[in-house]
Protein backbone atom coordinates (compact mmCIF):
# COMPACT_ATOMS: atom_id res chain seq x y z
CA UNK A 1 0.00 0.00 0.00
CA UNK A 2 1.27 3.43 -0.71
CA UNK A 3 0.55 6.56 1.66
CA UNK A 4 -3.26 7.59 0.94
CA UNK A 5 -4.31 10.75 -1.05
CA UNK A 6 -4.46 13.39 1.78
CA UNK A 7 -3.70 12.42 5.24
CA UNK A 8 -4.39 14.75 8.16
CA UNK A 9 -1.66 14.83 10.99
CA UNK A 10 -2.53 16.05 14.09
CA UNK A 11 0.29 17.44 16.22
CA UNK A 12 0.38 18.99 19.53
CA UNK A 13 2.44 21.49 21.16
CA UNK A 14 2.15 21.91 25.03
CA UNK A 15 2.29 25.24 26.92
CA UNK A 16 1.54 25.85 30.72
CA UNK A 17 -2.64 25.52 30.75
CA UNK A 18 -3.30 24.98 27.28
CA UNK A 19 -2.02 22.26 24.81
CA UNK A 20 -2.33 23.34 20.99
CA UNK A 21 -3.18 21.31 18.30
CA UNK A 22 -2.96 21.70 14.62
CA UNK A 23 -3.99 19.76 11.81
CA UNK A 24 -2.00 19.28 8.62
CA UNK A 25 -3.73 18.10 5.39
CA UNK A 26 -0.88 16.61 3.17
CA UNK A 27 -0.75 15.30 -0.19
CA UNK A 28 0.85 11.63 -1.06
CA UNK A 29 3.24 13.71 -3.00
CA UNK A 30 4.03 15.58 0.18
CA UNK A 31 2.07 19.11 -0.46
CA UNK A 32 0.50 20.71 2.30
CA UNK A 33 -3.13 21.13 1.30
CA UNK A 34 -4.56 22.64 4.54
CA UNK A 35 -4.29 23.69 7.89
CA UNK A 36 -6.69 24.20 11.03
CA UNK A 37 -5.84 24.62 15.03
CA UNK A 38 -8.05 23.34 18.21
CA UNK A 39 -6.95 23.39 21.72
CA UNK A 40 -7.02 21.06 24.68
CA UNK A 41 -6.43 21.59 28.61
CA UNK A 42 -2.73 20.26 29.46
CA UNK A 43 -3.65 17.38 32.11
CA UNK A 44 -6.82 16.98 31.26
CA UNK A 45 -9.29 14.46 29.37
CA UNK A 46 -10.13 16.79 26.07
CA UNK A 47 -7.70 15.82 23.73
CA UNK A 48 -10.12 13.35 21.61
CA UNK A 49 -12.83 16.17 21.49
CA UNK A 50 -10.48 18.85 20.62
CA UNK A 51 -9.03 16.44 17.51
CA UNK A 52 -12.49 15.59 16.40
CA UNK A 53 -13.60 19.02 16.79
CA UNK A 54 -10.38 20.15 14.65
CA UNK A 55 -11.44 17.80 11.73
CA UNK A 56 -15.07 18.98 11.59
CA UNK A 57 -13.82 22.70 11.64
CA UNK A 58 -11.70 21.41 8.69
CA UNK A 59 -14.68 20.21 6.90
CA UNK A 60 -12.12 18.22 4.40
CA UNK A 61 -14.05 14.89 3.25
CA UNK A 62 -10.96 14.04 0.91
CA UNK A 63 -9.10 12.78 4.04
CA UNK A 64 -8.63 9.19 3.86
CA UNK A 65 -6.34 8.95 6.89
CA UNK A 66 -5.39 10.88 10.29
CA UNK A 67 -2.47 9.99 11.98
CA UNK A 68 -1.68 11.49 15.47
CA UNK A 69 1.35 12.00 17.00
CA UNK A 70 1.47 9.53 20.27
CA UNK A 71 -1.39 8.99 22.38
CA UNK A 72 -1.00 10.72 25.50
CA UNK A 73 -0.42 14.36 24.29
CA UNK A 74 -0.99 17.53 26.69
CA UNK A 75 0.55 15.84 30.02
CA UNK A 76 -1.15 12.74 29.56
CA UNK A 77 -4.49 14.18 28.24
CA UNK A 78 -4.75 10.22 26.72
CA UNK A 79 -6.72 10.09 23.46
CA UNK A 80 -9.20 7.56 22.71
CA UNK A 81 -8.37 6.42 19.36
CA UNK A 82 -11.40 4.03 18.67
CA UNK A 83 -14.22 7.18 19.44
CA UNK A 84 -11.54 9.09 17.09
CA UNK A 85 -11.89 6.42 14.59
CA UNK A 86 -16.31 6.25 15.39
CA UNK A 87 -16.49 10.28 15.12
CA UNK A 88 -14.60 10.34 11.67
CA UNK A 89 -14.99 7.31 10.12
CA UNK A 90 -11.55 7.25 8.81
CA UNK A 91 -8.60 4.95 9.65
CA UNK A 92 -6.56 6.27 12.69
CA UNK A 93 -3.13 5.41 13.64
CA UNK A 94 -0.47 6.91 16.35
CA UNK A 95 3.03 7.05 15.48
CA UNK A 96 5.84 7.18 18.47
CA UNK A 97 9.11 7.37 17.91
CA UNK A 98 10.48 5.28 20.69
CA UNK A 99 10.29 1.60 22.28
CA UNK A 100 8.88 2.08 25.30
CA UNK A 101 7.64 0.07 28.27
CA UNK A 102 3.84 1.77 28.16
CA UNK A 103 2.48 4.62 30.13
CA UNK A 104 0.66 2.50 32.98
CA UNK A 105 3.55 3.51 35.06
CA UNK A 106 4.19 6.81 34.62
CA UNK A 107 -0.27 7.56 34.41
CA UNK A 108 -0.09 6.01 38.00
CA UNK A 109 2.86 7.98 39.08
CA UNK A 110 1.19 11.11 38.13
CA UNK A 111 -2.59 10.18 39.09
CA UNK A 112 -4.92 8.62 41.33
CA UNK A 113 -8.26 7.84 42.12
CA UNK A 114 -10.70 8.90 39.49
CA UNK A 115 -8.27 10.63 37.45
CA UNK A 116 -6.31 7.63 36.98
CA UNK A 117 -9.05 5.05 36.67
CA UNK A 118 -10.25 7.52 33.71
CA UNK A 119 -7.11 7.46 31.68
CA UNK A 120 -6.03 3.66 32.44
CA UNK A 121 -9.75 2.77 31.26
CA UNK A 122 -8.95 4.86 27.68
CA UNK A 123 -5.25 3.90 27.87
CA UNK A 124 -6.16 0.24 28.03
CA UNK A 125 -8.63 0.43 25.06
CA UNK A 126 -5.89 1.29 22.76
CA UNK A 127 -4.68 -1.55 20.31
CA UNK A 128 -1.04 -2.88 20.67
CA UNK A 129 1.60 -0.73 19.31
CA UNK A 130 3.84 -2.44 16.25
CA UNK A 131 7.09 -1.65 15.30
CA UNK A 132 7.78 -0.27 11.92
CA UNK A 133 10.59 -0.21 9.82
CA UNK A 134 11.07 2.55 7.72
CA UNK A 135 13.33 1.17 5.33
CA UNK A 136 16.14 3.47 3.21
CA UNK A 137 13.67 6.62 3.25
CA UNK A 138 14.17 6.60 7.00
CA UNK A 139 18.13 6.73 6.51
CA UNK A 140 19.96 9.33 7.97
CA UNK A 141 23.41 10.74 7.47
CA UNK A 142 24.49 6.68 6.82
CA UNK A 143 22.68 5.66 9.83
CA UNK A 144 20.64 2.52 9.97
CA UNK A 145 16.63 3.85 9.55
CA UNK A 146 15.02 4.09 13.12
CA UNK A 147 11.82 2.09 13.83
CA UNK A 148 8.81 4.07 14.25
CA UNK A 149 5.79 2.42 16.44
CA UNK A 150 2.13 2.74 15.19
CA UNK A 151 -1.51 1.81 16.59
CA UNK A 152 -3.64 1.45 14.40
CA UNK A 153 -7.45 1.64 14.51
CA UNK A 154 -10.06 1.08 11.46
CA UNK A 155 -6.99 -0.31 8.90
CA UNK A 156 -5.01 -3.75 9.55
CA UNK A 157 -1.71 -3.12 11.32
CA UNK A 158 0.57 -3.96 8.17
CA UNK A 159 -1.22 -1.63 6.07
CA UNK A 160 -1.18 1.24 8.57
CA UNK A 161 2.40 0.28 8.46
CA UNK A 162 2.83 0.70 4.90
CA UNK A 163 0.91 4.10 4.64
CA UNK A 164 3.32 5.35 7.56
CA UNK A 165 6.45 4.10 5.52
CA UNK A 166 4.75 6.18 2.57
CA UNK A 167 4.20 9.20 4.55
CA UNK A 168 8.40 9.56 5.48
CA UNK A 169 9.99 11.75 3.25
CA UNK A 170 13.78 11.13 2.31
CA UNK A 171 16.15 12.48 5.56
CA UNK A 172 12.84 12.74 7.63
CA UNK A 173 12.07 10.97 10.80
CA UNK A 174 8.49 12.03 11.13
CA UNK A 175 5.71 11.27 8.42
CA UNK A 176 5.14 14.15 6.45
CA UNK A 177 1.50 15.23 7.89
CA UNK A 178 2.96 14.55 11.39
CA UNK A 179 6.37 16.71 10.84
CA UNK A 180 4.29 19.40 9.11
CA UNK A 181 1.82 19.25 11.81
CA UNK A 182 4.38 20.10 14.47
CA UNK A 183 5.99 22.76 13.20
CA UNK A 184 2.11 24.45 13.14
CA UNK A 185 1.40 23.50 16.50
CA UNK A 186 4.55 24.84 17.60
CA UNK A 187 4.29 28.20 15.47
CA UNK A 188 0.90 28.44 17.08
CA UNK A 189 1.47 27.79 20.67
CA UNK A 190 4.06 30.65 20.27
CA UNK A 191 1.87 33.58 18.36
CA UNK A 192 -0.28 33.20 21.33
CA UNK A 193 2.23 33.34 23.58
CA UNK A 194 2.89 36.46 22.58
CA UNK A 195 -0.28 37.86 22.10
Given at each position: ????S?T??????????I????G????D?G??D??????C??????A??????L?????R???????V????P?????????????A??????????E????L??A?R??????????R???????P??I???RG????V????P??L??????????????A??????????R???????????S??????T??
Amino acid sequence: MTAPSRTLGIAFSDGERIGRLAGAVVRDDGTLDGLGFAACTVGGTDATDAAIALFDRLGREDVRHVAVAGVAPAWFNVLDLPRVHDALDRPVYAVSYEASPGLEPALREAFDGEALARRLDTYRSLPPRIRVERGESGRVAGDSPEPLFVRAVGIDADEAAAAVRGLVREGFRRPEPLRVAAIAASAHREALTEE
